[in-house]
């Protein structure tokens, strides 16, 4: 009996030799823990003594970054024709083309994500598509490429996030580029709300928050009425559209 005890005993002193369990554990460089965010506090154990932990470990989703951007839902930027009454199909196409210029000028490819702030506080996601030479070509006027650019983005943030629909292009003069219906409405469309929009290809965080306050208060100079209004920029180089609403 005290043969068989000593061997047991052999044979685990010679077991913790061999996988260097007796060095200090920040020593044991073959487990050292992955770099990973987890929701598991049994898997340090699991790499220090090798026993089998009770629980899978939950890899924690990354919410920034690249990871981020693919784990959305990408929009095709080109599809806005489907989905709104006013611009035409036409006019949407056209108005998407300039967006993607817009992005490709300020070295964004294949998949952007847009940040929503302000009254909205959400993100857009975009598949895009090559710029071709000839397409860069058409849109040498980088400016009004950003005007129609910027408007294509805030008709999307109006569809995907609030309860309204494009239904007129509003008149100069008037403080304001779109009036709204509710999305549920059909023809004719009462014009329930305004939209102001206005966009900038490459700026600061300070040069956006001061084209809002001038937008704002151009919308507000222009009131007639107590309708609600949205007012919407849209900077390309750092994605970011700022929005602010009012009634």
């Known amino acids: 009996m005290s043969v068989l005890r000593t ?9 913790y030799r061999q996988v260097r369990f007796s060095e200090p554990y920040y020593n044991q460089k073959r487990f ?3 770099n990973l965010p987890v929701e598991n506090e049994n898997l340090s154990c699991f790499l220090r003594f090798g026993e089998p932990t009770p629980l899978r470990p939950k890899i924690v989703p990354l919410t920034n970054g690249i990871n981020h951007v693919f784990q959305m839902d990408k929009l095709n930027i080109f599809s806005l024709n489907q989905q709104t009454y006013i611009p035409s199909a036409r006019f949407c196409e056209l108005m998407a083309e300039a967006a993607l210029v817009c992005f490709d000028n300020q070295n964004h490819k294949e998949v952007i994500s847009i940040k929503i702030e302000g009254a909205i ?3 857009l996601c975009f598949q895009l598509e090559k710029v071709t030479e000839r397409i860069k070509d058409n849109w040498r ?5 950003t005007e129609y650019g910027a408007t294509c983005i805030a008709i999307w943030i109006i569809l995907k996030f609030t309860k309204y629909q494009v239904v007129q292009r509003s008149p100069k003069k008037t403080g304001f580029d779109y009036w709204l219906d509710f999305q549920d409405s059909e023809y004719p469309f009462q014009n329930r709300a305004k939209l102001e929009i206005s966009g900038i290809l490459k700026g600061t965080k300070s040069q956006l928050k001061r084209r809002l306050k001038e937008k704002i208060k151009q919308t507000k100079r222009y009131e007639t009425n107590s309708l609600p209004t949205y007012v919407i920029v849209i900077k390309f180089d750092e994605p970011i559209a700022k929005t602010f609403y009012y009634e």
């Open 7 to 15: 061997s047991k005993s052999l044979i685990t002193l010679l077991f």
């Open 32 to 34: 050292r823990e992955p």
């Open 121 to 123: 506080a959400d993100d």
């Open 141 to 145: 006027d980088l400016e009004e490429a």
